[in-house]
């Protein structure tokens, strides 16, 4: 896991919000930027401040699933929120996340409902994995198995 660098966190936010600009000016390549981008501006932070990390996640998560949408329709990233949060956590330190950072995102009884609790249960589509010493190894199994990834 990376060391902490809320100013990297920052640049990468930026970056990002250079390139969304780029997608909805017509320049479709520039996705895979911003995509980048707000990955790493997630992995910048999560050692210390996991919930920014999660939320910079969440808002990757829902811009991505409105790609093609027309503009007005795609989901929006509270840029100058988040800008606002890492320059008080910089400053004060560890604080809770505020509401304008996770403006935008699904939420049940009021509170934010995060993509990773919306998945299927990981066990409904495991795999049966043969034994390493297993001779007669189940073709099927072993062509849709992948290590460290789940199905």
């Known amino acids: 896991m990376r060391k902490t660098c809320l100013e990297c966190v920052a640049k990468h936010l930026g970056s990002a919000a250079v390139y969304i600009e780029e997608v909805a000016m017509g320049y479709p390549l520039y996705f895979g930027f911003v995509y980048g981008q707000l990955d790493h501006a997630a992995s910048e932070c999560l050692a210390e401040y996991p919930n920014l990390a999660v939320a910079i996640r969440e808002h990757r998560i829902r811009w991505a699933a409105t790609r093609g949408e027309p503009i ?3 989901h929006v990233i509270p840029f100058e929120a988040l800008f606002d949060y890492i320059d008080l956590l ?3 330190g ?3 996340v505020p509401e304008e950072v996770l403006e935008g995102l699904p939420r049940e009884d009021g509170k934010v409902v995060y993509s990773m609790d919306t998945r299927p249960a990981m066990n409904d589509k495991k795999k049966s994995v ?3 010493d297993d001779k007669k190894k189940s073709v099927s199994a072993q062509e849709d198995f992948v290590p460290g990834l789940a199905p």
């Open 94 to 96: 560890n604080l809770e």
């Open 72 to 74: 007005e329709k795609q």
């Open 90 to 92: 910089e400053r004060v």
């Open 130 to 132: 043969p034994a390493k």
